[in-house]
């Protein structure tokens, strides 16, 4: 058998892998044909690709080696554990009464508070180190090119959670649409895509934020990231909030901030980095302790965890040489995007059916924490991989190649 017949193969058992699994995790009951027919006509692209480029199945799962540094693959597992982490013990925090005096709620708490704050910096830190730096490419091109990328995928889960929550049925396409266009997040339980709709506000400026960073010197730069985070610490303290809201403007200063930290020239402030990461995690930690009251509002940690993020990342640079090129490290990094946006799928219908029958996240002094947040990490990373290659590449291809050709 060639090696594209076996690749076909293979693909047809993975169209039969994302059957069962439609099918066992349904909230709903599904019409089973018009499940095969749907994944077995979305996957003829893949199907089609692997027969006429061997080696296509392999890419799809990060199996070829890549020359690159994976210092951002490891800051980028780092980001997705703590954005999964906050959302295991989020809902589990109401389960907590009567252990606040504990060494473990203690514990728990901090990681509460610290992943629910830093996993967000640091993945909009990342997308800004790897996207800010200039190259000459049109507005249009990078359009087609990188933010169909990002906002093909938010439409695509989007309405699978509106599936999964079984909502499709009572709307029109244009209540679809609106529902996608006006981040409507009540509508199919999807929170947590607040964070992907600042990412993809941040792409649509790139284009234009790469020519205004261009040619600023560095140590104007660097000033610009000193002064804005000054600024937004007075908001926090002495000027009235409501100044620089926690929204579109903060994201852009962190955005801005990660492509000041990736630089080249930053790599003289790692151990400073690192030095005030750590101060600033352990004054955090002293914080949480003092602080009366716990409240869901996670917005004034921070000013402590920002300086944090950006001593995890300093620890990475630091370390950057000694990292291995890992496959599972890679193949995680690969699909972070997928698997950010469907966690909370894979925590709400398998998570929380299955295994909390017999352990929630505070079981155990805290491993019931950790094997769910694996369970979660590995269950996502499946999930992502059948939607991302089944549905999100052939219609981001599809799309990508007809917008090419009309421009």
Not at 82 to 109: A, C, Q, R
Not at 142 to 155: D, E, G, N, S
Not at 286 to 314: H, N, Q, V, W
Request: glycine fraction near 6%; charge should be positive.
């Amino acid at each position: 058998m060639k090696k594209g017949s076996l690749e076909v193969v293979c693909w047809f058992i993975i169209d039969l892998i994302t059957i069962v699994l439609a099918c066992l995790f349904s909230s709903h009951r599904v019409n089973l044909w018009v499940v095969a027919i749907g994944v077995v006509g979305f996957s003829l692209y893949s199907i089609f690709k692997s027969y006429k480029t061997p080696g296509y199945l392999p890419s799809t799962l990060a199996i070829p080696r890549n020359n690159r540094k994976p210092v951002y693959d490891y800051i980028r597992i780092i980001a997705v554990i703590f954005i999964i982490s906050v959302h295991i013990l989020g809902p589990d925090w109401e389960n907590t009464k009567g252990m606040e005096n504990t060494i473990i709620y203690h514990v728990l708490n901090y990681i509460r508070c610290f992943t629910g704050v830093s996993g967000d910096c640091l993945f909009i830190m990342i997308s800004g180190a790897l996207l800010l730096g200039f190259k000459e490419e049109s507005v249009l091109t990078f359009y087609r090119k990188r933010l169909t990328k990002v906002a093909i995928p938010l439409i695509i889960y989007y309405m699978f959670y509106l599936w999964q929550y079984d909502a499709m049925g009572n709307l029109t396409v244009w209540q679809v649409v609106k529902k996608i266009i006006t981040a409507d997040y009540t509508g199919a339980n999807v929170y947590h895509f607040w964070l992907i709709y600042i990412i993809v506000s941040l792409y649509v400026l790139v284009p234009f934020l790469r020519y205004m960073l261009k040619d600023m010197p560095y140590k104007v730069l660097t000033s610009l990231i000193a002064v804005m985070f000054t600024y937004y610490l007075l908001t926090r303290i002495i000027i009235n909030e409501s100044a620089m809201p926690m929204h579109f403007s903060f994201w852009l200063m962190m955005f801005i901030m990660g492509y000041w930290y990736g630089r080249e020239e930053t790599r003289k402030y790692d151990s400073i980095a690192i030095v005030v990461g750590v101060a600033a995690a352990v004054v955090f930690g002293i914080y949480l302790k003092l602080r009366t009251g716990l409240p869901d509002d996670l917005d004034g940690e921070y000013p402590f965890l920002i300086p944090a993020s950006i001593g995890i990342m300093g620890i990475f640079f630091k370390l950057q040489e000694k990292l291995k090129n890992i496959y599972l490290i890679r193949v995680i990094s690969k699909y972070s995007y997928g698997i950010i946006l469907v966690h909370m799928l894979v925590i709400n219908f398998a998570v929380k059916l299955y295994i909390y029958k017999y352990f929630s996240a505070l079981y155990y002094q805290g491993m019931g924490f950790v094997l769910i947040v694996l369970a979660t990490l590995i269950g996502s990373l499946l999930m992502a991989y059948l939607i991302d290659n089944i549905f999100v590449n052939p219609i981001t291809a599809l799309l990508g190649r007809d917008f090419k050709q009309r421009r």
